[in-house]
């Protein structure tokens, strides 16, 4: 069952960000966490529909230890959640936040290896190329002596919450791969 816990993980990367060297990155962060035990056979978190109000919105309370980006992921896929926004606060032991390069056409890490306050992460979700759930998260992050670290959220390692509200729109909105960027925009 582990053995197919990291290639999910693995295939989940590749998926997201492509074979090169960003993908292999976020392997090397995802995997020892996975290794750590961080992530249960039991879901750890918690979700309310707390609106059916022109569209739902659900609220998550994602636990300590969860990775929150495939937390959020899994939820929306699982609830066909193709159009949203998504707010949350809270933070994390760790996680990688992303400037991207467009020279390049991917992002290049930011590391950020301490506790950090999650200060704002704002973002949305839209159905990608593959039908499922695609999300765009900026996160800004807040560190001990209060500097702070900003970019695409591509992980976080949650301790001890992150409360996050998704607000679902009522139409559709598809993410598409542009080859000329080398990043999925949402097109309408």
Known sequence: ?????????????????GTGALAERLLDWIIPVVKAGACHERRLMKSKLVSEDGG???????????EAFAAVTA????????????????AFEGAKV?????AAGQYSPISVDEQCEVLSLLGDIAQGDD????????????????????GHLLAGKV???????????????RRRKRADLGIALIDI
């Open 131 to 150: 039908g499922k759930a695609s999300l765009h998260l900026h996160a800004v992050l807040g560190l001990r002596d209060g500097s702070v670290r900003g």
């Open 98 to 102: 992303g400037w991207f390069d467009l």
């Open 75 to 90: 939820f929306a896929n699982e609830r066909t959640i193709t159009a949203a926004s998504v707010v949350a606060i809270g």
């Open 159 to 173: 301790r001890p919450t992150l409360e996050v509200t998704i607000v679902e729109t009522a139409s559709k909105l």
């Open 56 to 66: 739902r919105t659900f609220v998550l309370i994602l636990d300590q230890g969860e």
């Open 1 to 17: 069952m582990r053995q197919l816990k990291f290639r999910v993980f693995e295939v989940a990367a590749w998926e997201l960000f």
